[in-house]
């Protein structure tokens, strides 16, 4: 089957897939950070697949249609992908729809796991609005994190894929229509600051929210993103934000009743 895939790290299992079962990828579109495609573009080297970062227009993806393209699939990609004469159009969104449309659902998943799962939708003129083809729950267990979460989104979306491709025909026409909706706005830096006066209990709710992404601290008057740190209460009569250790690979800081162990190798500046 001759594909357009557009996507970025979080489901590039579905790339590999489409890739190990034959399928013709005549083009991959993927958004411009590196950090975010670093998987996409080491499959797309290996398999000598033609890459594109920019927008691509109407005329663009219809010409890409009249080569024989026969399905588009959407993958983590930020740019809407306009409506076409394509045969099939999908989208793999992280949330079990209608609940958790937008950007960066996974966060907002760690406080409601009741919608943690992987839907299948058509494309059409809104994000994350079309029809809904397949679902399939995610379950989260009670330690998890925006990166374990991450991982089971990145190996339950390929087994939802597997069986859209058992019979996409009937899966594609069998499609329903998404109905009182919520919509999770795009997370900002200032939800993933971490303040000094917050308790332990909180903290550890904020790193689990992020993961790998990291929170945001203020260290001498300067903003660091941290992303592997150790929590611990701990009663003390110092001011939080007083470091109360410090050597070559680790950095220890007072919170309000307990202690942050930052491993200095997670640390990175914050770009100004």
């Not at 394509?86 to 992280?94: E, L, Q, S």
């Not at 609940?99 to 960066?104: A, E, F, I, K, Y």
Request: include cysteine.
């Amino acid at each position: 089957m001759k594909i357009v895939y557009f996507g970025n790290n979080l489901f590039s299992s579905c790339l590999k897939y489409l890739l190990d079962e034959g399928h013709q990828i005549l083009r991959v579109y993927k958004n411009s950070s590196s950090h975010d495609s670093s998987i996409i573009d080491r499959l797309c080297e290996k398999n000598s697949l033609s890459l594109y970062e920019h927008k691509p227009n109407l005329s663009e993806l219809n010409q890409l249609v009249s080569l024989g393209v026969e399905i588009f699939i959407v993958a983590e990609y930020s740019y809407l992908v306009p409506d076409t004469d394509v045969k099939y159009a999908i989208n793999i969104h992280p949330t079990l729809l209608p609940n958790g449309r937008g950007p960066t659902p996974l966060p907002y998943l760690i406080r409601t796991p009741e919608f943690s799962g992987v839907t299948i939708h058509k494309i059409c003129e809104g994000f994350d609005s079309g029809d809904i083809i397949l679902q399939a729950k995610v379950p989260q267990s009670i330690n998890e994190s925006f990166t374990t979460l991450m991982i089971k989104m990145h190996l339950e979306s390929v087994k939802l894929l597997k069986v859209f491709f058992q019979d996409i025909e009937y899966y594609y026409q069998s499609a329903y229509s998404q109905v009182d909706h919520s919509y999770w706005p795009k997370i900002n830096g200032t939800d993933r600051i971490l303040d000094w006066n917050s308790s332990i209990e909180f903290i550890q709710k904020q790193m689990k929210r992020f993961g790998h992404i990291g929170l945001i601290v203020k260290l001498d008057q300067e903003l660091w993103v941290i992303s592997h740190v150790e929590i611990i209460d701990y009663k003390h009569t110092l001011q939080p934000g007083h470091v109360a250790f410090e050597d070559d690979s680790l950095l220890a800081v007072n919170a309000l009743d307990g202690i942050v162990c930052i491993h200095k190798s997670s640390m990175s500046a914050m770009p100004i």
